[in-house]
């Protein structure tokens, strides 16, 4: 079975400029979760999706951060602008469908560096 | 959800048995607790879940005491290549809107020779 997908795998750039990032879950899962996690600490939740439809963007700052999931598949993931404090590791994650169980896996990330 | 604490890092040595104690008093009757595994560089992986009781698998097992409160993830015999940060969570399993994740600051393992 293949993993969930990111890309890029770095990505460094000025303040003030725009970013995206992509992923690509688990065939069939129709969870997927964006976090981002600052060096040093624990992943903290900016979006969930089931299918196409967004669960909890709660902590997403939406004046500068934005995330869609088209056709309940893929996934991306915009800053615009980015600020000095957005340079963290965004991870994409994807689950099946509620119920017992049901794990949740983890892409490699994206590693962000706003300089 | 419910918060959870955890102690922030822990050292031990190869070979030794390993308890991560994990605190959830306000753990809810739907909650189920999972614990992840991160590496340096890698994503969170899923090493277990339980809902009461005992749970074993290939990798660790968690206790879970009759009120719920707390659980302990128990690694058997650890390698150098345990050391990573672990991760205790708390959350509900809901089919309308997935499984809710949240993570907190996790336990630092280091194991030494």
């Known amino acids: 079975e293949a993993g969930v997908a990111q890309s890029p795998r770095y990505k460094i750039i000025e303040k003030r400029q725009s970013v995206a990032f992509w992923c690509n879950p688990i065939?069939?899962?129709?969870?997927l979760y964006w976090y981002q996690q600052i060096l040093g600490q624990g992943p903290k939740l900016l979006i969930q999706?089931?299918?196409?439809?967004?669960?909890?963007d709660s902590q997403l700052p939406k004046d500068r951060f934005s995330a869609e999931r088209l056709k309940g598949v893929d996934s991306t993931l915009k800053i615009q602008p980015a600020k000095l404090e957005d340079s963290a590791v965004y991870l994409c994650a994807s689950s099946r469908r509620g119920g017992e169980n049901t794990e949740a896996f983890f892409g490699q990330g994206t590693r962000l560096t706003v300089v | 959800l419910a918060k959870t604490t955890q102690p922030i890092s822990m050292d031990s040595y190869e070979g030794q048995e390993v308890n991560i104690t994990c605190s959830h008093n306000n753990i809810a009757t739907n909650d189920y607790i999972t614990w992840y595994q991160q590496f340096p560089s890698q994503g969170p992986r899923f090493i277990i879940q339980?809902?009461?009781t005992k749970v074993t698998n290939e990798v660790a097992s968690l206790f879970i005491p009759a009120d719920r409160k707390s659980s302990t993830l128990s690694l058997p015999r650890v390698s150098l290549s345990d050391t990573a940060v672990y991760y205790c969570?708390?959350?509900?399993?809901?089919?309308?809107?997935?499984?809710?994740?949240?993570f907190g600051g996790g336990t630092r393992l280091m194991v030494k020779p």
């Open positions: 969570l708390v959350g509900y399993m809901n089919n309308n809107a997935g499984n809710m994740l949240t």
């Open positions: 065939s069939g899962h129709a969870t």
């Open positions: 999706f089931q299918n196409n439809g967004v669960v909890d």
């Open positions: 339980g809902y009461k």
